[in-house]
């Protein structure tokens, strides 16, 4: 792997596999009475938080004490980015105090690709903007794996706010890199043009997306990034892309149903989906601290290609 | 190359050792076995069959990777050195109490068992812990001692000592490479 994860689109298939199996060790500790070991001991890991975040900024956190690094959170709102300090400028002032590694979520695309040509720091992305989120699609293919065993093959249906959001871009690459067989589906607002020549299956057709799927992947509907109107009403779009019981039944027997949070319930997803018995949601949020303690501990030196005995 | 462990040595040096632990322990219900990644855990799984063809009792059998737990992963923060490969620690039964046979092919500079001492200690609190050795080589670090050793070999720094053993390398021999 690289100094830094700012993407998918950085990662070979080895990488994403080195990444899995690291966390499928890392979930382990989670079981243990002391959730903790000294890995990262004397470690410094800035957590920089542009944008508001309950899941991810928790599990990092969580991921990085469980390793024993010492954590940092900036609120960015109780910062001086509000005295008007622009991002390059916070962070090599953070830099200035040696942290070894900087957590970033910046609602702007290649916020963390600024950062890591400027900082010296390992630079995780955690969500920029409208580009990826690659610890999501990890721990989403991680969930994947867990039940499907192998993703290579598997019809993955998404279906929803396609165009703002990072976790279908990640999701993408990584799932085509694998080999997976990805439909996405959303209303053609929301299809971002151009998004075939990633090499998915495009439809408008929720139903044909979800046709013996193994997973349907459903994306939040993305208010706070829509400006002006892409669909009539919250109420007309759950009638049309909306995850019911019924659209369900066209899927395989054994569908997982996954969402990255937070959920919007009768918008994209209805309730009883959501809680029903297909759905793995709080399984994703489970495995994001494993996942993350991969990447955490995976950054924190190379790889090399074999372990030392 | 000199070959100082076959086949034939090795069993008969596992059987003895199965032998002294028993011998050295009287509550065996007690006891449980813990190998540590890679080597450790087919000899624990070895020593775990002794004793129960010998006393009937089945002697729980569990699998550490102290990788997390090394002394040389978080050091110099400067260095970009490559990470080792983390594998599960699988101990599927309470420590809390029990004689824990720690169970490992080499010992040397006795930093690996340092790290498994920690991590065995994240487990919960262990009456005492016995350290198992196929072999001892000897040119220790820290103060550390095994309590059951299969054989000892003297050995020099630039030397290797290689464990082969059938479940994982097809083949049962310790080997001394220059």
């Known amino acids: 792997m690289k100094k830094d994860l700012l993407g998918i689109a950085d990662l070979t298939p080895d990488d994403i596999y080195r990444v899995l199996e690291t966390a499928d060790a890392m979930r382990e500790i989670g079981q243990r009475p002391i959730k903790k070991v000294p890995t990262l001991r004397g470690k410094t890991v800035v957590n920089l938080f542009y944008e508001p975040s309950t899941r991810t900024r928790t599990s990092f956190e969580i991921a990085e004490k469980r390793l024993s690094a010492d954590t940092l959170n900036v609120a960015v709102a109780a910062s001086s980015v509000l005295k008007g300090e622009t991002l390059a400028d916070t962070a090599m002032n953070i830099e200035a105090m040696s942290p070894d590694m900087i957590v970033l979520r910046h609602a702007s695309s290649g916020a963390c690709h600024l950062l890591s040509r400027i900082c010296r720091s390992r630079i995780i992305n955690a969500g920029d903007g409208m580009h990826e989120h690659p610890t999501q699609a990890l721990l989403d293919a991680f969930t994947i794996k867990e039940h499907k065993q192998t993703i290579e093959g598997r019809k993955i249906a998404i279906v929803g706010d396609l165009l703002h959001s990072r976790v279908l871009r990640s999701n993408v690459l990584l799932l085509t890199k694998l080999g997976a067989d990805v439909w996405v589906s959303g209303p053609p607002t929301l299809v971002p043009p151009g998004i075939e020549r990633l090499g998915v299956h495009v439809t408008t057709s929720v139903d044909e997306a979800v046709q013996d799927a193994d997973v349907i992947m459903m994306l939040r509907i993305q208010q706070e990034r829509m400006q002006g109107a892409f669909f009539p009403s919250l109420r007309e779009y759950f009638n049309v892309f909306g995850m019911t019981k019924e659209r369900v039944r066209l899927a395989k027997p054994d569908v997982i149903i996954m969402h990255p949070g937070p959920m919007n319930r009768g918008v994209e997803i209805a309730s009883d989906v959501a809680d029903g018995p297909y759905s793995v949601i709080l399984e994703q949020v489970a495995n994001g601290v494993a996942v993350r303690m991969a990447v955490l501990y995976l950054l924190a030196g190379g790889v090399e290609d074999e372990a030392a005995a | ?178």
Do not use: W
């Open chain 2, 1 to 178: 190359m000199s070959v100082v462990l076959d086949a034939d040595r090795m069993a008969r040096s596992l059987a003895r050792i199965a032998h002294e632990i028993l011998e050295r322990n009287r509550g065996i219900e007690e006891l449980a076995l813990v190998g540590i990644r890679t080597r450790g855990v087919p000899l624990a799984r070895r020593i775990a069959k002794s004793i129960q063809d010998i006393s009937g009792h089945e002697i729980p059998c569990g699998v550490l990777d102290i990788t997390l737990y090394r002394d040389d992963l978080s050091g110099n923060t400067s260095t970009v050195g490559p990470q080792p490969v983390i594998h599960k620690t699988e101990i599927n039964f309470s420590i809390d109490g029990k004689v824990i046979l720690l169970v490992d092919d080499v010992l040397y500079t006795g930093r690996t068992i340092r790290a498994a001492l920690d991590a065995l200690i994240d487990f919960g609190r262990p009456r005492a812990i016995q350290l198992v050795v196929l072999v001892d080589r000897g040119r220790r670090e820290l103060p550390i001692k095994a309590d059951y050793v299969g054989k000892n070999v003297p050995t020099a720094a630039s030397e290797t000592v290689q464990v082969h053993l059938t479940e994982i390398d097809g083949r049962d021999e310790v080997e001394i490479l220059p």
